[in-house]
């Protein structure tokens, strides 16, 4: 459950006119911190910011699934399921939410450090260069 406070940023966001995606940043910053402040870990910075678009998009943010060249068909169904359940109510078990987080608990905090989130964000860059 994204806290109240990102919530609110991201609505800011979309009333102000920004992307999709810049929404969704609000979703990312909070999962950054929460593996920072030692909530939870991640096996890899992108794990944190895939963690953060899927709160994003479970939350109401109009982010569409990424196209079949850039993932897997796995992680687009799982995205299209995070936008449907943004359309209803419905919690995940206690049970199942219970073992996302222990799981995640077991990761180590190292993965948001500032040197993990700059390799990420060089490859990411480039990756877009060469289109």
Sequence with gaps: MPDKE??????????????????AGEFVREEIHHVREG???ARSPK???AIGLSKARRAGVKL?????????TGTRRRA?????RSRSSSRP???????AKSALRRER?????????ARQARA???????R
């Excluded at 990411?124 to 060469?130: D, H, I, L, T, V």
């Design 6 to 23: 990102t919530i609110r940023r991201a609505r800011r966001d979309a009333a102000q006119g920004k992307s999709p995606s810049t929404q």
């Design 39 to 41: 909530k939870h870990g």
């Design 47 to 49: 794990q944190a910011i």
């Design 64 to 72: 569409p699934a990424p196209s079949a060249s850039k993932t897997s």
């Design 80 to 84: 299209k399921r995070d936008l449907s």
């Design 93 to 99: 078990s206690a049970r199942r939410a219970r073992a």
């Design 109 to 117: 905090r190292s993965s948001a450090s500032r040197p993990a989130l």
């Design 124 to 130: 990411a860059a480039r990756r877009r260069k060469s």
